[in-house]
């Protein structure tokens, strides 16, 4: 059972804005670990796609971002586009598990 | 580029194991920590084992810990998941991972296990 929850699902029109949120507690979320973002298209591997809470790695494009505060973090997806179809997963660690945790995942369907 | 691929996946009956083999390419593996994540059918992704980049110290989720084990080979750029007293449960595509301060930027494309009951 994963600490950090995501609303199942999201949708909007092509253009518009999503946003996903991802609540945890104060051994993860609210410490000084970091929130990381992925993407997870079907059938290919999970892709890093914000990492240590705003930051985009290299390719990815500007429409994504991340934000945090207090023991919640968010993505957001701006000009929303078909190929943005798929899952998306928060992740931290967590002091009190001494582990690794991902979020519970969100499907973004474009309509 | 990074380069990930998994292999040693396949059918296995309950209470047998199995070990799964991560080779990476593309960047200098004994500087990075190393992790398996796990997606069971119809659900989502779970962490399961890390190891730090000298192989020195590893950390386990709590549904695999004492059953799975995670080494590492430095000599042939790979990645280990010793799997015993395998479940049902256990049944989920296998990813090896790449970490980067506390998150996973480099992922390869998943190994398959199958627990028979």
């Known amino acids: 059972q994963s600490v950090l929850t995501q609303p199942p699902s999201v949708s909007g029109a092509p253009g518009q804005r999503v946003t996903i949120s991802c609540t945890g507690t104060?051994?993860?979320?609210?410490?000084?670990?970091?929130v990381h973002w992925y993407q997870h298209l079907p059938g290919t591997a999970p892709k890093a796609l914000i990492y240590g809470n705003t930051n985009r790695p290299s390719g990815v494009p500007d429409r994504f971002s991340g934000s945090r505060s207090g023991t919640s973090a968010s993505l957001a997806i701006t000009g929303l586009q078909a190929e943005d179809e798929g899952d998306y997963y928060c992740q931290s660690y967590d002091s009190s598990l001494s582990g690794f945790v991902f979020g519970t995942g969100t499907k973004v369907t474009v309509l | 580029q990074v380069l990930l691929v998994e292999s040693g996946g396949g059918l296995v009956q309950a209470g047998g194991s199995l070990r799964l083999s991560c080779v990476a390419s593309?960047?200098?593996?004994?500087?990075?920590?190393m992790h398996w994540v796990r997606q069971a059918p119809g659900k989502g992704l779970e962490w399961v084992a890390y190891i730090r980049s000298d192989g020195s110290g590893e950390l386990y989720g709590g549904s695999v810990k004492g059953r799975f084990s995670i080494s590492r080979d430095k000599a042939k750029n790979t990645v280990y998941l010793q799997m015993s007293s395998l479940r049902p449960e256990d049944t989920a595509l296998y990813y090896c991972?790449?970490?980067?301060?506390?998150?996973?930027?480099?992922w390869g494309q998943g190994a398959l296990v199958t627990v028979s009951p």
């Open positions: 104060s051994s993860n979320t609210e410490s000084r670990y970091d």
């Open positions: 593309g960047f200098t593996f004994s500087a990075y920590g």
């Open positions: 991972a790449k970490e980067w301060g506390f998150y996973l930027d480099s």
